[in-house]
């Protein structure tokens, strides 16, 4: 069962969500919250797998609050999806660099928005498709996500890494990759675990962004 969090100042909005979600089979609502103090405050008592964050919100925005909540040394760490009706890109930029999973704009259709908190529960990530090329385009000339130069990393990551991270480039989940290499999916997750840190990123989400920002791959 995945454990929910929906933060949103706005009452349709909150009431809306925990009923297209708690209304799935493998989903629970546990707590809605009408600001970021109290998805804040809420996160670390009821420990959710995923916290569904509206951008703003009175008190703290969902990028501060997903900023805490996926520090590499929070307690609890819990997974960010970001829900908003802005599509700005300095929103989409904050929450990327904040350490979200995903970010995902609430005109998505629903199962879009269902299966966005399955994915980021898994463990991968997801950008609304509308913004996905924009977004990696524009991250491509911006230096802000972290340090790490692809040639620092060429000396920091394996081979088996650096083969994981392209196909990570290329949309797989960890189920995809395992197939692709003919590994157990425990083996691709301990290889990301390992990989990450040594990007100076905290998703596999910011992982694929430093690929493209770096040039490991080419923006479609």
């Known amino acids: 069962m995945i454990r929910v969090l929906v933060a949103d100042d706005q009452h349709l909005t909150r009431a809306g969500l ?3 979600l708690g209304g799935e ?5 546990v707590g809605l919250a009408r600001d970021g103090t109290e998805a ?3 996160a670390r008592e009821l420990v959710p797998d995923v916290a569904c964050l ?3 919100m009175p008190g703290r925005s969902g990028i501060e609050v997903a900023a805490e909540l996926c520090a590499a040394d929070a307690d609890p760490q819990v997974a ?4 908003t009706t802005f599509d700005l890109d300095d929103y989409v930029f904050g929450a ?6 995903g970010f995902l704009l609430k005109d998505a259709e629903p199962d879009a928005i269902v299966g966005a908190v399955r994915q980021v529960a898994a463990g991968q990530g997801t950008i609304d498709q509308s913004l996905t090329r924009r977004i990696l385009r524009e991250f491509v000339h911006r230096r802000r996500l972290q340090p790490v ?9 394996t081979p088996r890494e650096h083969e994981i991270l392209l196909l990570l ?9 395992a197939r692709a290499l003919v590994v157990e999916v425990s083996t691709v997750k301990s290889h990301l675990a390992r990989m990450l840190p040594k990007l100076g990123v905290r998703s596999r989400l910011q992982a694929v962004v430093w690929a493209y920002q770096n040039h490991v791959v080419a923006v479609p």
């Not at 960010?80 to 829900?83: C, D, F, G, I």
């Open 149 to 157: 130069t692809a040639r620092r990393a060429g000396d920091l990551l």
């Open 25 to 29: 089979p493998d989903i629970e609502v």
């Open 40 to 42: 804040l405050a809420m």
């Open 80 to 83: 960010v999806l970001v829900l």
């Open 18 to 20: 925990s009923a297209l």
């Open 169 to 177: 480039a290329q949309g797989m989940s960890n189920e995809d990759i």
């Open 96 to 101: 990327l660099e904040a350490g979200a999973s």
């Open 54 to 56: 509206d951008v703003r």
